[in-house]
């Protein structure tokens, strides 16, 4: 069971990047995916969600209207389209898949993904 994330890199103010989360060995049908990230010295938050047991998708005030989260159950991906980028969404993203059923709904806590699974983070970088 593997989450991997790749996407991220180095973009200027105002630029784009799509952040992909692949799974293996498992399949996101019956999960709730999440996006959290981590800047330096600051703790993990979430970003957004998104679940395929109800569609729900969420976001974090500060990527509303920015940020999308979508998923490809063909190819057992979930993405995270990062557009007008600013220099604060600088950090380190990480998705993570809940334990199965256990959410119906998703959620932007972390603690309801503590038992699921979660992949190794992609940096992203917004600077001049």
């Known amino acids: 069971v593997q989450l991997v994330e790749s996407g991220g890199g180095l973009v200027q103010p105002g630029g784009s990047l799509r952040l992909s989360c692949a799974a293996s060995g498992f399949t996101f049908d019956d999960h709730a995916i999440g996006w959290f990230r981590q800047a330096p010295g600051k703790e993990r938050e979430g970003v957004s969600c998104?679940?395929?047991?109800?569609?729900?998708?969420y976001y974090k005030d500060a990527v509303k209207g920015r940020f999308t989260v979508s998923t490809d159950n063909a190819k057992n991906t979930v993405y995270l389209q990062l557009n007008s980028l600013k220099p604060e969404d600088t950090a380190v993203y990480f998705c993570?898949?809940?334990?199965?059923?256990?959410?119906?709904?998703?959620?932007?806590?972390?603690?309801?993904?503590?038992?699921?699974?979660w992949g190794q983070g992609t940096q992203v970088t917004v600077s001049s």
């Open positions: 993570a898949a809940d334990q199965p059923h256990f959410l119906f709904s998703c959620t932007l806590h972390e603690r309801d993904y503590e038992e699921g699974y």
């Open positions: 998104i679940s395929n047991r109800d569609g729900s998708t």
